[in-house]
């Protein structure tokens, strides 16, 4: 009997893993859709950053909240970098850089935090009016009482280093042509124009070398290049 227990509990796990991962994929994608057509009826592109950010969250973020409280806490490790990779392909979309860039350094120049910290930042926020009767004696259900700890996500020490080399700016350009020009500079994306090396590599002290001046190439060469 014991071993039939471990085995249903087991298997009882699994299902529910199984479960909520297929509901995340669905909302993922109805996320992702949803990007698409507000992309296509506003001019997303040449908005300040801050209302993008807010129409994220009035049109998007609430598609995440449905049933927060249920999957957020169960989800594999995988599932939370799909939310989050939503998310940052939204922002690079609008920064007008490839999705291959760092994360933490798109993060940090839109001053947004990853989605799944957010999210688990309101798991209490739609439970205000869930209140169980005093006859259950202090039992609880489970998810409004089991929640992961929140990690703190520090920003500053996922940046690779060299990022602080980069250009400055005061304040993200509106029109999506200049935000572009800045962002290329500041994510080192012409690497490829003066490096000898052919096709998509990852820049490489070794491997790499300038075209122009001949000397190794590493990131943001082209303020030292001579």
């Not at 249903?8 to 699994?14: C, E, V």
């Not at 005093?134 to 990022?163: T, V």
Request: glycine content about 4%; aromatic content about 14%.
């Amino acid at each position: 009997m014991t071993g039939f227990s471990y085995y249903f509990t087991l298997r009882y796990i699994q299902t529910q893993y199984i479960i909520n991962a297929f509901i995340v994929e669905k909302i993922i994608a109805k996320a992702n859709s949803r990007c698409g057509v507000l992309a296509s009826k506003l001019p997303l592109k040449d908005l300040p950053i801050d209302l993008v950010l807010r129409i994220f969250n009035c049109y998007v973020v609430p598609l995440y909240r449905c049933g927060l409280q249920l999957w957020l806490g169960s989800c594999s490790s995988s599932a939370l970098e799909s939310i989050n990779s939503s998310f940052t392909k939204f922002l690079k979309r609008y920064l007008g850089v490839p999705y291959y860039c760092n994360n933490a350094i798109t993060h940090f120049i839109t001053q947004t935090i990853p989605l799944t910290t957010q999210l688990h930042g309101l798991l209490d926020a739609g439970l205000g009016a869930f209140t169980l009767p005093a006859s259950f004696s202090g039992y609880q259900i489970s998810f409004l009482s089991d929640h992961r700890p929140i990690e703190p996500y520090n920003m500053c020490e996922l940046i690779p280093s060299h990022f602080w080399r980069s250009q400055m700016f005061q304040k993200l350009p509106d029109r999506f042509r200049n935000r572009k020009m800045l962002m290329h500079d500041i994510f080192d994306l012409d690497h490829e124009i003066y490096c000898s090396r052919k096709g998509f590599h990852l820049i490489n002290v070794h491997d790499c070398q300038c075209k122009v001046c001949g000397q190794v190439m590493t990131h943001y060469h082209k303020i030292f290049c001579n």
